[in-house]
């Protein structure tokens, strides 16, 4: 039995619904983080030290981190799929994309969705909002560059690698801000949104 705890308005959670779709992986999902609680209870603790979601329990064996999550239930389970690449250097540029979204992308994306979503318009920081608004501008024209060359980060095929990064770029179009003509980065958003796992688990309300 897989169980995922986490709540479908967390970025973190998506990419692991989403995952779990292409997989056509089978689980029972409970609420948890936020309005839901439950993330700093004694036992989800025991689980997940960081109280953050999500969290997995598949038959026994329990794992956090939406990445981790993520390259797990491919190796386990992706085999028909094809998503986690078995050449050492697709995989390898599967996963470096999922590390950047990480290191570089997280980060300002985070700081401008939280501003324009989940702050009272009277406390909005403007410059801020701004700054971040032109620090993921960069961060995208990097992979529209990529992306001019290939279908999907790693290549041809979607991989691994377009789940976390596809998440925040939901977010990226979905946002009220103004953004720059990037082709290659629109043009692989619209091949995403056409995946049934995307559009049931990403492209959400923002809340």
């Avoid at 700081?111 to 410059?127: A, E, Y």
Wanted: charged share 25%; with cysteine.
């Amino acid at each position: 039995m897989l169980r995922i705890w986490g709540r479908t308005n967390s970025i973190n959670v998506q990419k692991v619904l989403w995952c779990a779709a292409e997989l056509g992986l089978q689980y029972e999902r409970i609420d948890a983080g936020l309005q839901f609680g439950i993330n700093r209870d004694p036992w989800y603790l025991a689980m997940n030290p960081n109280g953050l979601v999500p969290t997995i329990d598949d038959d026994g064996f329990t794992l956090w981190e939406s990445n981790s999550i993520v390259r797990y239930f491919a190796a386990r389970y992706g085999g028909a799929a094809g998503i986690y690449p078995q050449d050492p250097r697709v995989r390898a540029d599967a996963e470096r994309w999922m590390d950047w979204s990480l290191g570089a992308l997280n980060q300002e994306m985070r700081t401008i969705f939280w501003q324009l979503v989940r702050t009272p318009t009277d406390r909005r920081d403007g410059p801020l909002i701004e700054q971040s608004r032109l620090a993921v501008a960069e961060l995208w024209r990097r992979l529209d560059g990529v992306l001019a060359s290939r279908a999907y980060v790693a290549g041809d095929r979607f991989t691994v690698g377009d789940i976390p990064v596809g998440t925040w770029v939901y977010r990226w179009y979905a946002l009220p801000i103004e953004r720059p003509e990037l082709p290659n980065l629109k043009a692989w958003y619209e091949r995403l949104t056409r995946r049934e796992g995307y559009r049931a688990h990403v492209m959400q309300p923002l809340s």
